[in-house]
């Protein structure tokens, strides 16, 4: 079940290869676009007193990471993406919504976070911005460590990225100076009218956003 998840996955990303990123998608008029005024992009100089932390592990339970390094004073394009068009159309197509949630993100810590609130529960997607590829790496396998019960995604699977997954729902990617986390651990086991895993959402969402990433470098 696993392995055909990561083949329609990885069948998904050739798709969005051959159609396109928008690159408005790295626009905060974009990002805004999904959003009530209630849940505009955070003003780069100050940070929320919430961050990212408001009750999602990701399977990194009882651990403290590590800081992932400085970076400029606002999210990266790439790092916009991930509420952008292309995860949230994947994602409405997934489990077929009959109209796109209501999204928020949050800027804080060299992490931009969207959060697609969903009837089932909140679905978070994060990057994290390092310095460089090295620290980025570094603080990759520093998450890996921590998380629980973690396992490497090997082989096609990971797109040539050092990648791994959790048994609660999360996929984790690392690529250039970014860690891209999609964390579906509060969703149910199952989800949509097919009956996708939460792992295998989690898997199919991060592996749309590194297309985009591997068009728009």
């Known amino acids: 079940m696993k392995s055909q998840a990561h083949a329609l996955a990885a069948l998904a990303v050739a798709s969005v290869l051959l159609t396109g990123c928008a690159a408005a998608a790295g626009t905060e008029g974009a990002v805004s676009a999904t959003q009530t005024d209630a849940s505009t992009l955070a003003p780069p100089e100050t940070s ?6 408001g009750g999602h592990s990701g399977g990194h339970h009882g651990g403290v990471t ?18 952008g068009d292309q995860p949230m159309d994947r994602l409405t197509s997934i489990l077929d ?10 800027w804080a810590d060299s992490t931009f976070t969207c959060i697609y609130h969903l009837q089932e529960g909140a679905l978070e997607i994060s990057v994290q911005d390092a310095s460089n590829q090295a620290t980025a790496l570094t603080y990759f396998n520093a998450m890996q460590a921590l998380a629980k019960e973690a396992k490497p995604i090997e082989g096609l ?31 149910p086991a199952t989800l949509g009218p097919e009956g996708i895993t939460r792992n295998a959402l989690a ?6 956003i590194l297309a985009c990433w591997v068009e728009h470098p």
């Open 157 to 187: 699977a990971n797109l040539g990225f050092p990648a791994y997954e959790t048994t609660d729902g999360s996929a984790v990617f690392q690529k250039d100076n970014f860690i891209l986390h999609v964390d579906a651990s509060d969703l």
């Open 66 to 83: 590590p800081s992932p390094g400085t970076t400029p004073e606002g999210p990266s394009d790439a790092a916009l993406m991930v509420c």
């Open 203 to 208: 898997y199919q969402l991060s592996t749309t």
């Open 48 to 53: 929320p007193d919430t961050g990212n932390t």
């Open 97 to 106: 919504l009959k109209e796109a949630p209501h999204t928020i993100n949050i």
